[in-house]
């Protein structure tokens, strides 16, 4: 956030309405500066929220072995003993850091496609998942 630096030199003439325009522009910086915390707060809800639909996601559909698998993909630590609420807080950590978007959404296509081919009446028998 940028800061805001005023500096008055008491020795030049200034009429009021020079003082009264540059409140008024003070007053319309600092509102400015209010609305953009305000739209970083709202986006701050927002991926709190989307956290918790993920959570929700992977503790309905997602047994502890399947986290495990994901884990596995993301070259996350060993996961063997760790219980289902910690592999699906390391799987949100690390798809929610920017840093690993590519990884990410490559897992989620090829998870996908697993999906089709376990929903084909052909193509399931050779899907070994």
């Known amino acids: 956030m940028d ?3 005023l500096i ?3 020795n030049t003439n200034q009429t009021n309405e020079d003082v009264t325009q540059l409140e008024y522009w003070h007053i319309n910086a600092l509102l400015k500066d ?3 915390i305000k739209i970083d707060k709202e986006k701050d809800s927002e ?3 989307e956290i918790f639909v993920d959570m929700k996601h992977y503790d309905m559909n997602y047994n502890i072995k399947q986290l495990q698998v994901i884990c596995e993909y993301y070259g996350l630590q060993k996961t063997n003993k760790m219980k289902k609420q910690e592999l699906i807080d390391q799987i949100i ?3 929610h850091n920017y840093e690993n978007i590519d ?3 490559k897992r989620k296509e090829l998870w996908y496609y697993i999906g089709e081919l376990k929903n084909d009446k ?3 028998k050779f899907v070994l998942w």
Request: glycine share 0%.
């Open 122 to 124: 052909f193509m399931k």
């Open 93 to 95: 950590l690390y798809e």
């Open 8 to 10: 008055l030199d008491e």
């Open 34 to 36: 209010f609305e953009e």
């Open 47 to 49: 991926v709190d929220d």
């Open 103 to 105: 990884l990410v959404m």
């Open 3 to 5: 800061n805001i630096t």
